[in-house]
């Protein structure tokens, strides 16, 4: 036996701190401070620094890379428990080095870069001394990249991106973006795009706006314009062709991590609940004393550990196969379950709040939005529920007679038959 849910003391101690740390020094910072993305705020910047070089002291710092990057090498499994504690503060990612799109840009720097490439971006990227943006999906859609229309032309020595990209997050505080942009439209459905690097103070760039959803404080997704945006030929990232496979590499790994991530907000809620019933009294008893809100907490209690159990056993076959294509399906499932969990444990942690619930004082709507949020970025639910239907028939092992063999007559006359002669022998006997 191999199962084993317990964790190893030592690392029990590191996490033991990064929770206190978290709730003492990083939550705060969600309400004093702005975008943890933008890296030209002073603020921000005297504030958060010291708290980043506390968690390299503790060697906690970037723990997604291996240590030729300067992070720890954890497997999924560590990560797993690592990222719901930091999933509870909008700061936590920053603060450990692990935020979103740069911890997933730094990936694909690290496994596709050129040695110039890692020189100019990936180190200070790393050291989050800049941001960067990934720059995807399109107004005219997002979950089909056969619809993608952004060109990028070779011009001598230059490539020359034009088109339009949607909800590129924090492309504002972004020092350089990654591009997918179609370079050769002929070519079979896959290999018709590759992955540009494009400094942001490249002429033709243009932030067309910000977008943002209505709880975000900070409008960060930019609607961009790209007009005629002259890169030289070594900024292609990856070979000609290959964007989907680059792309694959981040966006395996970033969707378990935002799972995990997904994990502390939720649990927050669900503490938030546990405060809220033990200390609020109505019509003489506490609401913790009423069954229908006994119920609540219940649900959300085995919703949240059934995800939880799913989101770690898919970061264990991570660590196992160490290749995110054999854990497509566990992956998917992961993405499809997330955004009913954290909808339904933050809608009820926001009902028993009451008008407080709702309110801006309480972190609860924002997070019922961040429900929808995880269920649209790195692909809809309804994508990913498409994948896992089709990868679970892809390894089911079909009986040798289909349908109807498994209507009932059939497989009684079946069994009948099985146990022809035993039966015989009984009724001979009584
Ligand atoms: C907060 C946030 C941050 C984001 N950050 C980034 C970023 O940094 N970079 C980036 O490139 N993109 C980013 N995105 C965009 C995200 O990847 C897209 O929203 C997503 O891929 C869906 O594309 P779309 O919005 O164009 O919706 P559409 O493709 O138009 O889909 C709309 C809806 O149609 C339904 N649908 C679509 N396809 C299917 C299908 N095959 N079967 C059944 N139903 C389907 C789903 O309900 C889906 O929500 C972000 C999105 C959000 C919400």
């Given at each position: ?28 910072l969600?309400?004093?401070?702005g ?60 603060v450990?080095?692990?935020q ?9 720097l ?9 020189r ?21 859609g ?78 960060t ?18 070979g ?66 059934q ?9 264990w ?7 995110y ?102 009724d001979?006997?009584?």
């Amino acid at each position: 036996m191999t199962w084993d849910f317990s964790t190893d003391d030592a690392y029990q101690e590191q996490l033991d701190w990064v929770q206190r740390f978290v709730r003492d020094e990083v939550e705060p910072l969600d309400l004093v401070l702005g975008h943890p993305c933008n890296v030209r705020d002073p603020r921000r910047n005297a504030l958060v620094r010291p708290l980043q070089g506390q968690v390299r002291a503790r060697k906690l710092w970037a723990c997604h890379l291996g240590p030729e990057l300067g992070g720890q090498g954890y497997g999924q499994v560590k990560l797993a428990l690592l990222n719901e504690l930091l999933g509870r503060s909008q700061y936590g990612p920053t603060v450990f080095g692990c935020q979103a799109p740069d911890s997933g840009n730094a990936e694909i720097l690290a496994h596709y870069g050129t040695p110039e490439q890692k020189r100019r971006w990936l180190q200070p990227l790393l050291d989050n001394e800049i941001v960067s943006c990934f720059a995807m999906t399109e107004p005219q859609g997002g979950a089909d990249p056969k619809v993608f229309t952004t060109r990028a032309v070779r011009d001598g020595d230059d490539w020359v991106i034009s088109g339009q990209k949607w909800f590129a997050s924090h492309a504002r505080f972004a020092e350089f973006l990654i591009v997918m942009a179609v370079t050769d439209p002929d070519a079979s459905p896959y290999k018709t795009m590759s992955m540009f690097i494009v400094p942001t103070s490249t002429p033709g760039l243009e932030i067309i706006r910000d977008s943002g959803f209505p709880t975000e404080k900070v409008a960060t997704h930019g609607y961009l314009n790209f007009d005629g945006v002259r890169v030289p030929a070594d900024h292609m990232l990856g070979g000609r062709g290959d964007a989907f496979v680059v792309a694959q590499v981040r966006l395996g790994g970033g969707r378990i991590h935002h799972a995990m991530r997904t994990i502390g907000e939720a649990r927050r809620a669900l503490d938030m609940m546990c405060e809220r019933v033990i200390s609020r009294r109505t019509q003489g008893e506490r609401l913790a004393d009423k069954q229908m809100v006994q119920e609540k907490l219940a649900d959300s209690w085995i919703e949240l550990e059934q995800f939880r159990l799913l989101v770690l056993r898919t970061a264990w076959l991570i660590d196992k196969h160490k290749d995110y294509k054999k854990v497509r399906k566990d992956i998917a499932a992961v993405k499809s379950a997330m955004p009913k969990v954290l909808h339904d444990i933050a809608s009820r942690a926001l009902l028993l709040h009451g008008s407080l619930g709702i309110s801006e004082e309480m972190p609860f709507a924002h997070l019922v939005m961040q429900s929808f949020h995880v269920g649209l970025a790195d692909g809809p639910v309804e994508v990913h529920k498409a994948t896992l239907a089709k990868q679970m028939l892809r390894d089911y092992q079909p009986s040798e007679t289909l349908f109807p063999a498994y209507h009932l007559p059939t497989r009684r006359e079946q069994a009948i038959e099985k146990f022809r002669a035993a039966l015989e022998n009984i009724d001979h006997a009584i």
